[in-house]
C-alpha cells in the first residue's frame, strides 16, 4: 500500500474507514491467523487492567467488532463500544444480539451486561467530561489522523482517577528481532488478507501505519505530558505489541 494512505484531513479517514469496510466481516478470522490466536489474551489483560469494579462506566474506543468491548462488559461494567466504521458497529451489534439470546435464560444482571454501540470519531468523542472511569482502545490510536488527539480526547472524557489504556503494535527494541516482526508484516501478514480476504493490501497497511507510528515510547511519553499518573509500558512479544497504561490525576 502506498504512502498515499497517510494523508492527512478527512481523505485519510475516508481511505481508513474503506479499508475496515472491505474486512469487517472476516476481521475476527483475520486477527487470529496474524496474530495465531494471541490478540485474545492481550484485550483480556487490557480489560483487566481496567479495573472494573460494581458502577464502573467504562468506553471502548475504534472497538471494531467489539472483543474489548465485551470483555469489559463482562466485568461488570456499563460500556459503550465507539467506532467510526459503520460494517465493523454491524458485525459487533450481530453479535451483541447473539450474547443477549444466548443469556435470555440467564440473569437480568447477566443480560444486562450487554454494551451500547455507537458510531462516531475517536477524536471528537460525543460525549461530556469526566464521563468514564476506564477508557481503552484497541489497535485504534495507530489509525487516527492524530494519535495525539485521541490521546487528548481519552483524558477529557475520562473522570479523575480513571483508567487509560491503550493496546496497538510495537516497535521491538532488540534490532534483530525487529528486523525479523516487521518481515513478518511485510510478506506474511499481506499474503493472510490476499488468502483469506481476496485483497493483499487489507492486512499491508499494518507495516506501513506503524513506520508512521512512534508506537508505546511516544505514547507514554504523550501520557506523562498529560499528568497520568502510574504511566508504563506493558511489552507483549518482545515489544511487537503493546500495552500503554496511565491513570488521570484525582
Sequence with gaps: MSNEFYTSGEQRAAKVNDLFARIARRYDLLNDLQSFGLHRSWKRQVANLANITPGTRALDLCCGTGDITFALAQRGATTTGLDFSPQMLEVAKGRSQQRAAENQDKSTQSASRNPRFVQGDAQHLPF????????????????????????????????????????????????????????????????????????????????????????????????????????????????????????KPL
Design 128 to 247: 461530556a467530561e469526566n464521563s468514564f472511569d476506564a477508557v481503552t482502545v484497541g489497535y485504534g490510536l495507530r489509525n487516527l489522523t492524530s494519535w495525539e488527539g485521541g490521546l487528548d480526547e481519552m483524558f477529557r472524557v475520562a473522570r479523575p482517577g480513571a483508567r487509560l489504556i491503550v493496546l496497538d503494535f510495537g516497535k521491538p527494541p532488540n534490532s534483530l528481532w525487529r528486523t525479523v516482526y516487521f518481515t513478518h508484516l511485510r510478506l506474511s501478514v499481506p499474503l493472510i488478507g490476499l488468502l483469506f480476504c481476496g485483497n493483499a493490501s487489507a492486512y499491508a497497511y499494518i507495516l506501513e501505519s506503524l513506520k508512521h507510528y512512534p508506537a508505546q515510547l511516544a505514547v507514554a511519553e504523550k501520557m506523562r505530558a498529560l499528568k497520568l499518573k502510574e504511566v508504563r509500558v506493558i511489552n507483549l512479544l518482545g515489544g511487537a505489541m503493546a500495552i500503554n497504561y496511565g491513570e
